[in-house]
């Protein structure tokens, strides 16, 4: 049994071109996810709730597309070494400035979701403090029901007198 790896067959001057306008296209994508998390950066800095939902749309998006370039060419690795070296050279430069800006924005994010619990924390135990306060002045626990027996009449109707 050899240990010798069979050669790929050359490829031609167009399936060379075709892989490097993949390449072209993904490095486009790359770039726009990388502006789309920064301003979804920009956007998670202030700690303040922000709408993100039309830059989550796009982004998931171009992520999908980014994604299918590596599952199409992902079994063609050794095609992808004989382009330029310096498109090569700059699409592992993007994946990698793309893997950091998406590990930045994940922190953001997280930041963002622990700031927006403990609001609501804060937002709940204010509503429920102010409930105690309620049932605390009336009859009425914090449930609606009535806690316990009162001075005052319980019949609702008007008392008539003869």
Do not use: C, H, W
């Not at 067959?9 to 306008?21: D, F, G, N, R, S």
């Not at 029901?145 to 008392?159: C, D, E, F, W």
């Amino acid at each position: 049994m050899s240990d010798v790896i069979p050669a790929t067959p050359p490829l031609t001057a167009k399936e060379v071109a075709e892989i490097e306008t993949a390449m072209d296209e993904a490095i486009k994508v790359a770039d726009e996810i990388i502006e789309l998390a920064a301003e979804e950066n920009r956007r998670l800095e202030s700690g303040r709730p922000v709408s993100l939902e039309g830059l989550l749309v796009r982004k998931q998006k171009l992520v999908s597309e980014f994604s299918a370039f590596f599952k199409t060419y992902k079994s063609e690795r050794a095609a992808m070494m004989l382009t330029s070296d310096s498109k090569f050279s700059l699409l592992q430069e993007r994946v990698q400035t793309l893997a950091t800006s998406m590990m930045e924005n994940a922190e953001n994010l997280n930041r963002a979701v622990n700031a927006n619990e403990r609001r609501t924390s804060a937002i709940m135990r204010a509503i429920r403090d102010s409930q105690k306060e309620v049932a605390g002045a009336t009859n009425y626990g914090a449930d609606g029901y009535q806690t316990g027996i009162t001075a005052q009449t319980s019949s609702l109707k008007q008392s008539r007198e003869i």
